[in-house]
């Protein structure tokens, strides 16, 4: 899905609404999607596995949160990306808080993952108060660098020169 969609709140959004379709009828939370901040590129592999933690604490909220509303804040900071999923649902049990413990390899894999991106992932939870998710990563590492206006200019002569080549 995100080899396609470069907008990653868009893909946030789109797998909210897959998740919705699959959830029954009459217990649907509302997830709300807010972006803060200018979009800035990420790098791809930065950009899949955001995507990747955004949808594992997504479907942890649908599936077991039992919440009644979901947000999702995506934040782009000159200095870092911040990703935060919330919900008000009944909360994590403080065992499976304790990261990878038994078959819950979700939180450790998120854990992981925030790790090798060069960031951070904090979990909060506490029963029948909901739970909050956020991953930090420094912008060093988390946005494409942009060219520089000499690549930039080098590019457009190039595209130019090759669309008048005969």
């Known amino acids: 899905m995100m080899a396609e969609q470069h907008d990653l709140a868009g893909a946030i959004c789109a797998l909210g609404q897959e998740l ?5 009828e009459g217990r649907l939370p509302v997830l709300v999607v807010h972006v803060r901040g200018a979009s800035q590129a990420l790098h791809p592999v930065v950009r899949d596995a955001v995507f990747g933690i955004a949808g594992e604490a997504l479907r942890n909220a649908f599936h077991h949160a039992d919440a009644k509303q979901i947000e999702v ?3 782009h900071h000159r200095r870092q990306l911040r990703l935060r999923v ?3 649902g009944k909360g994590i ?3 499976l808080l304790r990261l990878g413990r038994g078959r819950h390899f979700g939180l450790r894999g998120m854990s992981e993952h925030a ?3 060069g960031g951070k992932l904090a979990v909060w939870s506490r029963l ?7 991953l930090s990563i420094p912008g060093s590492h ?3 660098p942009r060219p520089s206006r000499s690549v930039w200019l080098a ?3 190039r595209r130019q020169t090759q669309a008048i080549e005969w």
């Open 86 to 88: 919330r919900d008000d």
């Open 115 to 117: 790790v090798r991106l």
């Open 155 to 157: 590019r457009k002569v």
């Open 20 to 24: 919705a379709s699959e959830h029954p």
């Open 73 to 75: 804040e995506l934040c």
């Open 142 to 144: 988390a946005y494409a």
């Open 128 to 134: 029948d108060a909901g739970t909050e998710v956020e």
């Open 93 to 95: 049990d403080p065992e």
